[in-house]
């Protein structure tokens, strides 16, 4: 047998360190220990029955947190950017036409992946900051006739809360399936998935209200989406994110069994699962309100200080996500350096359009409370006094 | 505001119970509290210098394991089918020829993924069991010109250990790309990436050997491979296993700063690190001599109790799963269930070609201890004794 060439790395010998810190960036949020304990159970089987059980009640927590009915409802075994891809590959075939709202990042890497699996993809562009209005959404549709419109609810790098009433029944007059992202929004805004149109794709990522470690991604499918996509001509380009494997799986088909797909990242399904019963212990209606009280009360407090909301339609303000007209005069990123440096707290610049723009503050589940905005606009005082200040 | 149609879940209600198990399955094996603890640890930043020093360590635990100095070297945010997508989507382009080599469930999926992105497959079959000579792969490599050679090294499905000497000059003869899976050996037998010829392109996951909770999986890519991809026509159909996002998330190229790509899952980082500082700790070639004396030492007592190993060729016999010739006479399924119940321990039946053909049993990484092997033919003499046989 050959000898090593490669000897062991002496950086393994120093044990793991983690630091504690505030984590009041646009995501991932901070982990209640509990979450993080469930995480920590033994691993068992993906194809145990304790672990469909499991994953039964992840599907129930699901319908709930999307308020849907739908049958095919589960969680990506990834980030939301796998969640992106697993809607965009099992309901867009090659050489289809589709539409992307661009008000931010999100519906930029949307295009991207149509782009990659040969769609035909048509945008209309909004500003940073900016959304669309039905009409404007209705012109688009009319002029490219797509199979597919992509919506963010929560723009994460901007700001913006997109409305989504209206937009489902809009869709279904042309159509087309209407794909929204609410990974930033989920959980701390209201939606209703069937009620509102309804939506036919719609998922979110796990480390932003729901204070889970990042990981998994809940996905549901409406029955009008799971009709395109069972009755596809070709296969989706991903084995691993394919719909009628994933769906087996997770136990929405018809079928009597379940089917080996991929080894379920059952640790992440435990704190996904703890996740999801905070939520339902809370109550969904009870979170919104808290997220958006606690929201008005930051932005208010964010005024009276001298600094001003970035987004200016009031009800076009995420309640996760703030962003803050970067102050004048400062670098926003030595605000962020000394906020991190001196008070051990995450916030962030911009991201894609955003950036150079914005400052970012995430205060997302167990993260949304006055005591934390109160933290924040500490640091926030503190940074402005001792940041440098340019003369122009 | 619309009021709720779906009710909280009372099946959330109840606290999260998981059951501790041997998991002497083809994986995922035990996991030692030690690396449940520090995947436990809290969340952080995916770009915060803490998170990047993990991933640093990460990289260099990977080489050490893949004994490799190729500089893009990193862990991909899923599983191993995720890794085999990676490796595949960034390595082909549409319309290129591509071979297979299928002795298992691991060959056939490739080969399914090939046809999903457009490359023109091809494919050599042996039966469950066996393997495939220098020789047979030189035809197939000089019959079909392919631009790359899939190859299972530890076929879990069938109990194979495919030899890899002399397959890299091979491949390289016929300018073609040496594409490994590795994920069921990786850590538990003798692999040098480098020195075997080159491997061009290398994957594992984190829930066998490593004895990691599965969702991330550490792959590799030769500079060879790396000239190929980074020089497509066309670009991968996956936005979030672009290699060339990735190579810079992970810092492996030559830019100055690291770019938001995805949100990591930290703490899958955070365990993957300590599953690598253990394998450090205990020195790979330990970790090879110990799977396989524990492996043949269970060889051996299967034998003396009139059982069959399923590979012929002792060579070619997987030190990290054992397949056993399913005993004459019974219904294997009751067997596994009669394990399972009685001694809280998984074993397993065959899986795609090898269905009713075989038992498999996984002893890997801190599994792979003589003690292991002796619970292990306790429970199979007396599911022998108590499970019902046929008179045939």
Known sequence: MASLTVPAPPCLKRPLHVPHRHMFGPGPSNTPDRILQAGAKPVIGHMHPETFEIMNDIK??????????????????????????????????PGESVLSTVNGIWGERAADVFERIGATVNTIVAPPGGFFSLDEIEQALSKYRPALLFVTHGESSTGVLHPLDGLGPLCHKYDCLLLVDSVAAMGGAPLHMDKQGKIDILYTGSQKVLNVPP??????????????????????????????????????????????????????????????????????????????????????????????????????????????????????????????????????????????????????????????????????????????????
Not at 74 to 90: K, L, R
Not at 275 to 300: D, I, P, Q
Not at 348 to 365: D, E, H, I
Request: net charge positive; glycine share 8%.
């Open 60 to 93: 129930s927590g699901i319908q709930y947190m999307f308020q849907t009915q739908n049958k095919v409802t589960f969680a990506v075994s990834g980030t939301g950017h796998t969640a992106m891809e697993c809607a965009i590959f099992n309901a867009v075939e």
């Open 215 to 392: 990981g998994s991604a809940p996905i549901s499918f409406s029955e009008r989406a799971c009709q395109k996509i069972f009755n596809r001509k070709t296969k989706p380009v991903s084995f691993f994110l394919d719909l009628s494997w994933l769906a087996n799986y997770w136990g929405c088909d018809d079928k009597p069994a379940r089917v080996y797909h991929h080894t379920g990242p059952v640790t992440a399904f435990y704190s996904l699962r703890e996740g999801l019963a905070m939520l339902a212990e809370e109550g969904l209606e009870n979170s919104w309100k808290r997220h958006e009280s606690v929201a008005e009360y930051f932005h208010a407090e964010l005024e009276s200080m001298g600094l001003k909301p970035f987004v200016k339609e009031k009800k076009a303000r995420l309640p996760t996500v703030t962003t803050i007209v970067a102050p004048h005069g400062y670098d926003w990123k030595e605000i962020t350096t000394y906020i991190m440096k001196t008070h051990n707290l995450e916030i962030s610049g911009g991201l894609g359009p955003s950036v150079g723009l914005v400052l970012r503050v995430g205060l997302m589940g167990c993260n949304s409370t006055k005591a934390n905005v109160d933290l924040v606009l500490t640091a926030l005082k503190d940074a402005l006094k001792h940041c440098h200040k340019s003369k122009v």
